[in-house]
């Protein structure tokens, strides 16, 4: 079945430093990638997707791009701020006819990002 | 637009008790999904409600159950509560061919 693999966390960083969070994906079709973010006491909010190999989504600063080869789904942000703090899920949804939009997520990471 | 709103946003509920959680979607939305996230876990999938009908079940047990309105809100009910079942519990409305937005969830513990 499908699955989604994040790296293990927790992440903490300095205010302005680079963040990297690994997600790796296993699915039987062509998934759309997501991922989602949640801040404390708040549900989920999608903060960028993909739809097919080699499409690269952001949003607010965060990138991500759909890699085929590797099946990964890496989300990177250049440089980050206290607010980023919060827990990043990866997930997916399999394109397959049966999956009508149901979401598997990684365990996720939590970010605490310092001033 | 009030986005996906659940009720109660908390609750505490005895060991073998039933439990009812309510949500309604988005405007526009007409597929409703329920999500369950245990502490430092990422949701799993519950069910899926479209047309008033369970289209798509994860692995839960038939103790958990759904239900689907005209006005296409939702409702979540666990039988027979557990403590395995404490947990915090995520709705997701969709319509076709959208992302899904989530609600802020419920935070059921089961003593």
């Known amino acids: 079945g499908d699955s989604v693999t994040q790296m293990e966390g927790p992440v903490t960083l300095s205010e302005e430093a680079f963040l990297t969070i690994n997600c790796t994906y296993t699915?039987?079709?062509?998934?759309?990638l997501f991922w989602y973010v949640q801040y404390p006491g708040e549900g989920l909010q999608l903060l960028l997707k993909?739809?097919?190999?080699?499409d690269k989504g952001s949003n607010k600063g965060f990138e991500a791009t759909y890699r085929k080869e590797t099946t990964s789904f890496h989300l990177e942000k250049g440089s980050v701020q206290v607010s980023d703090s919060a827990v990043y899920f990866c997930?997916?949804?399999?394109?397959?006819?049966?999956?009508?939009?149901?979401?598997?997520f990684g365990q996720g990471t939590i970010l605490t990002v310092h001033p | 637009d009030a986005g996906v709103t659940q009720s109660p946003t908390h609750l505490i509920k005895t060991r073998g008790q039933q439990v009812t959680l309510r949500c309604s979607p988005k405007?526009?939305?007409?597929?409703v999904s329920w999500y369950q996230q245990a502490l430092g876990q990422g949701p799993q999938f519950i069910f899926q409600?479209?047309?008033?009908?369970?289209?798509q079940r994860g692995n839960f047990p038939d103790r958990f159950s759904g239900h689907q309105f005209p006005n296409y809100s939702s409702e979540l009910n666990v039988n027979a509560l557990l403590l395995g079942d404490s947990a915090l519990y995520l709705c997701?409305?969709?319509?076709?061919?959208?992302?899904?937005?989530f609600g802020q969830g419920t935070r059921l513990t089961v003593v």
């Open positions: 699915a039987t079709g062509y998934p759309s």
């Open positions: 409600y479209y047309e008033e009908e369970e289209r």
């Open positions: 997701a409305s969709r319509r076709q061919d959208t992302e899904a937005f």
């Open positions: 405007s526009g939305h007409d597929t």
């Open positions: 997930a997916l949804i399999d394109a397959g006819g049966t999956s009508y939009g149901k979401l598997t």
């Open positions: 993909a739809t097919k190999a080699d």
